[in-house]
């Protein structure tokens, strides 16, 4: 009896090393197909999306729109002091499987700055492509 529980303890003992040593973290590294053609959006955006936008401004957000065959891809910065600020878009590019966007906020020239707090945010638009959206 003593002699099964001490090989079932080693057995035990020996999955458990197998189980943890196959697993293993694989980062998948995508190829970059093409730069995306967009348009930085002003105030042509659709109703809904607007709406949404206003609901989220107080905090940080990123957000994808799809609507008539445009996808709409949204990064919010959300509260900052004064305003002034600005946002770029570093990257936009597609892979085999997804969308890569990266952006940045630029903060406003000393002088600039004005009283108040503002929500800045940057509205993409580009023709709509069925993949996801990932944002860095």
């Given at each position: 009896m003593k002699r099964i529980r001490?090989?079932?303890g080693i057995c035990s003992i020996c999955v458990c090393m197998v189980l943890l040593t196959a697993c293993e973290t694989q980062q998948i590294e995508e190829k970059k197909l093409k730069d995306c053609d967009f348009t930085v959006m002003k105030d042509e955006a659709p109703k809904e999306l607007v709406e949404i936008i206003e609901g989220k401004k107080e905090e940080p957000f990123?957000?994808?729109y799809a609507d008539a065959g445009e996808l709409y891809i949204v990064v919010g910065y959300g509260k900052q002091v004064g305003g002034g600020y600005s946002i770029s878009v570093e990257e936009l590019y597609e892979t085999e499987n997804s969308i890569y966007i990266s952006t940045k906020l630029t903060g406003p020239e000393k002088d600039e700055k004005?009283?108040?707090?503002?929500?800045?945010?940057?509205?993409?638009?580009m023709e709509y492509v069925e993949k996801e959206v990932v944002f860095l």
């Open positions: 001490r090989i079932l990123q957000l994808t004005t009283k108040g707090n503002s929500y800045p945010y940057a509205i993409i638009k």
